[in-house]
């Protein structure tokens, strides 16, 4: 049998769980995917709901159909790690689910106790918050997203019956999971910091939870959302005393596992990605990135929506982007979070809702192609009859505008609504091409828009790191890197590289409860942690820049693909 270690990495997306059992050299030797449920009221548009039940239900079959595939005893996770979606979930004070639907059942107890991240109801306590002129706006690029969870506190405040709120605790999910695994209610830096308002160096700012209206938590001692500042972890440090009895058997684990501080799972991609090595005409180079080089590569985790994250060694304030949030991933460090509310799901809605999309899947399987390489097919053909260059030349005549969902960065308004100019009545799958590049366009041009702002406000961005099942699409990975005027790297794994830093915060916590527990220093971490990335994230390999008119250069931008997989 075996001896060598393995790490499981637990990552909770918007509509699925995902465990992979990771080896210490990073390669990922079983993975398992379950799909989740997320509610939404026909009539409100504004709400998307979960359950934590459901969730843990798919973490559990997920870990185990890993164990099964690898075939390996549990005996052989030596640490596991987990990252979420930042979503806000309610338990009563022993931990049972709090229905948080709006109605006559808003409190009880209940299966739908999450509220997603891109619920959007709690418009007017997110406006209340941005009129406060509170320090913690500093820290949010100076205005609060109604994404975040204070805002949705609030909401459920002004919603439900004060003794069923009193009872509640509030969670960002990644830091209720590392609740449900170890009956330990120490929050993260990364969730507290970024999203409920626990500001660098000073903590829980009384004055501003007063004024708000929720000054229970403030004379509660802040037990609701995760007591006091000791209380607080940075990300992989061991919570508790590893897994529960309770929870060990659920997931078909064993007691006392070593569980790592979780994080956001957009901060997991930065982990499973920024400290790639790479090689050049097959040779590894013998340059080692370091933690310092961190801060020139930003990393954009795309899915459903898409976040943008920069780290650097002092506080760099960004208006209209979150941030600088203190000690999210490395103690003293500081780290910058951008944002677009809507770019995978702008490119479902985009292609879903148009009259020819029935075609396009029809045209699909008679071809046996993915939609994508028929659209890709589709646009290709018409640049050649209309004799134009690029593909941009194409949509010369039309324009869209993408904040379909609101703008997160760096114009930071939720109201923002998109639009399209140029439209003709055609209906055809030509036409459907068109929108789906002009979509495609316009999402990497925002995202140039939050780069320039980042390097504008004192960042130093040079190379992008991509991660998310946006890194799969190659016409979109090479509009970024013609827009960005900067090299793009693609994970070897798409949907790997979050998965990936979960895992590398398992190692880290089974790595420090061995050398004597949180007390080691705060470069001795750190130093720790950047070794368990280096050798834990598989070796890139520079490509020369590509285009997808005729093999030519466009913009001198280029694509990286870590491990040639291209």
């Known amino acids: 049998m075996s001896t060598e270690s393995y790490y499981l990495g637990i990552d909770v997306g918007t509509g699925s769980a995902r465990a992979s059992l990771v080896s210490s050299n990073g390669k990922i030797v079983a993975s398992s995917t379950v799909a989740t449920i997320t509610y939404r009221d026909p009539d409100d548009h504004r709400i998307f709901e979960q359950s934590t039940d459901n969730i843990w ?7 185990k159909t890993c ?4 075939q390996l005893p549990a005996s052989a996770v030596k640490g596991l790690g987990f990252d979420a979606t930042c979503s806000l979930a309610v338990a009563d004070l022993a931990g049972a689910p709090v229905q948080v639907t709006k109605g006559a059942e808003l409190g009880a107890h209940g299966d739908r106790n999450v509220i997603l991240w891109a619920d959007h109801r709690a418009e007017k306590e997110a406006d209340l918050i941005n009129t406060t002129g509170s320090v913690v706006l500093d820290y949010v690029g100076g205005t609060m997203s109604l994404e975040m969870d204070i805002p949705k506190i609030l909401w459920l405040k002004n919603h439900m019956a004060p003794a069923l709120f009193s009872r509640c605790q509030f969670f960002d999910l990644p830091d209720f999971l590392t609740y449900r695994a170890t009956a330990d209610s120490t929050r993260s830096c990364c969730s507290v910091t970024c999203k409920c308002s626990f500001v660098p160096n000073s903590g829980w700012q ?5 004024k708000i209206g929720l000054g229970e938590l403030v004379r509660g001692g802040y037990a609701q ?15 508790g005393s590893g897994l529960s009895k309770e929870a060990a058997a659920e997931l078909g684990l064993v007691e006392g596992t070593p569980v790592g501080s979780g994080v956001i799972d957009a901060y997991a991609g930065w982990l499973g990605t920024v400290a790639a090595r790479f090689t050049e005409d097959g040779k590894l180079s013998d340059i080692v990135p370091s933690l310092e080089e961190s801060r020139h590569r930003l990393a954009a985790v795309a899915g459903t929506s898409t976040c943008h994250l920069v780290q650097s060694p002092e506080g760099i304030f960004v208006p209209g982007v979150w941030g600088p949030y203190k000690d999210t991933l490395f103690r003293g460090w500081w780290m910058n979070e951008g944002g677009q509310s809507s770019t995978g799901q702008l490119i479902d809605f985009m292609l879903t809702t148009h009259p020819a999309y029935p075609k396009l899947v029809e045209q699909g399987k008679a071809q046996g192609k993915s939609i994508f390489v028929v659209l890709q097919d589709l646009l290709e053909k018409l640049r050649a009859e209309e ?4 593909f941009t030349e194409l949509m010369k005549d039309v324009h869209l505008y993408p904040d379909f969902h609101g703008n997160r960065s760096p114009i930071a308004d939720p109201r923002m609504r998109g639009s399209i100019t140029g439209l003709t009545l055609d209906s055809t799958l ?3 091409a068109r929108k789906y590049y002009l979509t495609l366009e316009a999402i990497a041009l925002q995202t140039r828009h939050i780069v320039d702002s980042l390097n504008a406000g004192g960042h130093a961005v040079t190379s992008v790191y991509m991660s998310g099942g946006q890194a799969t699409n190659r016409v979109l990975m090479q509009l970024f890197a013609d827009t ?23 190692r880290f916590a089974a790595q420090v409860q061995a050398r004597g527990g949180a007390a080691m220093g705060e470069g001795e971490q750190g130093e720790m942690l950047w070794g368990i990335m280096v050798e834990m994230t598989p070796h890139g390999n520079a490509r020369r820049a590509w285009s997808l008119v005729q093999g030519e250069e466009a913009f001198g931008g280029k694509v990286q693909d870590i491990q040639g997989k291209y």
């Open 67 to 70: 164990l099964s595939e690898a």
């Open 484 to 506: 960005c005027g900067m090299p793009v790297v693609l994970p070897a794994e798409h949907g790997g590289a979050v998965v990936l830093g979960a895992a590398m915060l398992g």
């Open 206 to 210: 009384d004055d501003f939870f007063e």
């Open 387 to 390: 004799n134009v260059a690029s």
């Open 57 to 63: 239900a798919a973490i559990s079959s997920a870990i």
């Open 430 to 432: 030509p036409d459907l």
């Open 225 to 239: 959302v995760g007591a006091a500042k000791q209380n607080v972890r940075t990300a992989g440090l061991p919570v």
